[in-house]
């Protein structure tokens, strides 16, 4: 959330993103558990660094 002279403001492109990297997480638990250790990984990496680009930009 932001806030600007006392208006509160949600950042829809930011609350997606914290969305998809939670769904990502569980999901590469799953792959972990089906013993898929290398797309499991690669999959959390690029999945969970949605945010990080976000917010780069």
Known sequence: ???FENVTMKNPVV???V???LFVIE???Q???ERKYVI???LLKSGTSI???IHEA
């Open 19 to 21: 969305e998809v990297g």
């Open 1 to 3: 959330m932001y806030q």
């Open 27 to 29: 999901y590469c638990e």
């Open 31 to 33: 792959l972990e558990n």
């Open 40 to 42: 499991g990984r690669q």
């Open 15 to 17: 609350d997606k993103s």
């Open 51 to 53: 945010g990080a680009n």
